[in-house]
């Protein structure tokens, strides 16, 4: 079983409609992230939670919003999905330690469609 | 800001030669440097991490990469490609001063080894 799953893994969804991504871990990691992928742009971060009870914004937050329901849950929703948020979604996590060499991980991915 | 080029779009190799996939970044402070390979349907695997000591670091699958803080270069090397070392390549910087920790990634690189 994967580290960091991400369900759905595929989505298709109409313009307007609210649509939940949902991330869980087992790694016992502290921080969890959300990326968005689109091609020729790399990877870029939506939001970030430190802990339970601390949620931050990332580059491109807007028409975004996270619920960080435990520990081992955090999951991202559009409440009013438009078609330029059609793009792959990286759920991924880091463990807090100390210094930066600590490795983020991801989870495999959910495609998202706004038609 | 701390950022990272990928300066290929596409880099194309035999099977059974070495593969160079290149990577230079501009950070202030000490870079931690990472790399992540994207198989199709498969997410984002890390691949190693330069954090300090030796420059050369070796990781999954048989891949390396060199760290050179003079070039500011931290390219993804292997000696012999495969066909299966197909896929997307992505250099990454960790910026621990904000958001989190986030890894800011380059645009990525499409390997493609040919039999």
């Known amino acids: 079983d994967a580290d960091v799953t991400q369900t759905p893994r595929n989505r298709i969804t109409k313009t307007g409609k609210r649509i939940m991504l949902e991330c869980s871990q087992t790694?016992?990691?502290?921080?969890m992230y959300w990326y968005r992928q689109d091609p020729g742009l790399g990877l870029r971060l939506i939001y970030y939670s430190f802990d339970v009870k601390d949620i931050n914004k990332g580059e491109i937050s807007d028409g975004y919003s996270v619920s960080r329901q435990a520990q081992a849950k955090f999951s991202l929703s559009l409440e009013s999905a438009i078609p330029n948020q059609t793009a792959l979604y990286f759920c991924a996590t880091s463990d807090t330690g100390t210094g930066s060499g600590n490795t983020i991980y991801f989870g495999e991915g959910s495609w998202l469609t706004v038609v | 800001a701390q950022s990272v080029a990928q300066p290929e779009d596409q880099v194309n190799v035999a099977e059974g030669n070495p593969l160079t996939v290149k990577c230079t970044y501009s950070v202030s402070g000490n870079p931690y440097l990472f790399w992540y390979v994207q198989y199709p349907n498969r997410g984002l695997q890390f691949l190693l991490k330069?954090?300090?000591?030796?420059?050369l670091v070796k990781g999954s699958y048989g891949f390396e990469a060199e760290f050179n803080k003079s070039q500011t270069s931290f390219h993804l090397k292997k000696p012999s490609a495969l066909v299966s070392d197909s896929a997307l390549y992505f250099c990454a910087v960790r910026d621990y001063g904000i958001q989190g920790g986030k890894l800011i990634f380059g645009q990525g690189t499409e390997l493609s080894v040919k039999p």
């Open positions: 330069y954090i300090t000591g030796d420059n």
């Open positions: 790694k016992g990691h502290d921080r």
